[in-house]
């Protein structure tokens, strides 16, 4: 009988997770320099693409995993249609989607359906998936139930593999980008150029705009018309601190210290980029209105170099601001 097991790791010096899926055990170090699971804390390695080869699954299931796969390493298939930017899911998901720290997106196949203040309702994944097409991928989601929608969430549940849905999204290891420190001293703009320059510009660019290959994306733009747009959850500080801090730059993650992080998210985040889709016709107002649950935390709406970021019409390589998706859905059944 095939069973996943999955361990929760008894304190910090369990640096090595063991994993039992059917009758292989097989360990998964976790990168070095990242902080270890401690006690408590629930620990989930993924399946990889070699384990759905040797499952016992029908084929037709993995062939849709398979598909579900590659449009999330390569969503670019998907641009003009879905995608108006140059990012993969994989750009920001990283390791496949599997990596913690990295925002590894297995939580969301067992967390959902919940509630989400974002956008005030009930969420299952397939709107979790639309979130990020809308505005990480400055697009529109697939519509809900087609292949690609499908293929995305039976990949994602397929990471799941073994979790007990509705285990606790706050003792997952690794789940999302977990928060820094606060900085020391209040993050900086000319600090953060510089650690920009010396440590990431050899890839993104000075201008920020990263490098696209014959339409293959081989850095991913940080900023400006084909980067994620202001509604995007890395536009706020705290996320992106702590996804630079633990994954870029890339192969060398954990070497910026907390502050050079804090620093370098600042900088990136106070460059222009396409309009949030939520966007009223007045920024001001826009930033009021969605000013708790996530503009506290951006500075879109704020001036910068006396000029108002997100004060503009430009919503980058699409032609609509809002994709149908966003327009609110009412739950109104009793
Ligand atoms: C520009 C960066 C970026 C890109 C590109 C991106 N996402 Fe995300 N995604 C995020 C952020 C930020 C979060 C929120 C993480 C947090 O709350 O710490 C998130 C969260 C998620 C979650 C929820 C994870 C959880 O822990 O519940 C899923 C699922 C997800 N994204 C799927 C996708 C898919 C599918 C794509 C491609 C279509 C994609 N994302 C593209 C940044 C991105
Ligand atoms: C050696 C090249 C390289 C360096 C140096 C590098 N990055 Fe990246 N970065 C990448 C790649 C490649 C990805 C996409 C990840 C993937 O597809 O596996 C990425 C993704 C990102 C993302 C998420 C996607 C996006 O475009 O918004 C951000 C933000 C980012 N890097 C910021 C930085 C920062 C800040 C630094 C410097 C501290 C840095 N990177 C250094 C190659 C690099």
Redesign the pocket.
Known sequence: MKKSTLFLLQGVAAAVALVAVGAQAKEMRFPVNNPQPVEGQFVHVPPTMEDLETADMHPELKRVIRRGHDL?IN?QQLRGKNVFNS???N???MGE?RLPFA???W??AV??PNYRPKNDQVNN?EE??A???SY??NGKPPAWGSDDMVA?TTY?QWLAKGVPIYQS?KTMYG???PNLPDAEQKPDYTRGQAVYEENCAICHQSDGSGVVQNDKVVFPAVWGDTS?NWG???TRHF?LAS?IKHNMPLGRPNSLTDQQAWDVAYYINNHERPQDPRYTGDVKETRAMYLDTFHVHTSYGLEHDGKLLGDHDNVGEKDFLKPDALIKRTYTAD
Do not use: D, Q
């Open positions: 999330f969503t990012m993969n899911c750009s920001c998901h989607g925002g590894p997106v939580p969301a967390v959902l994944l979790r998936i979130g990020c097409f990480s991928m995305l994602h999204g789940r999302g980008y994620y995007a959850g890395i996320t996804f």
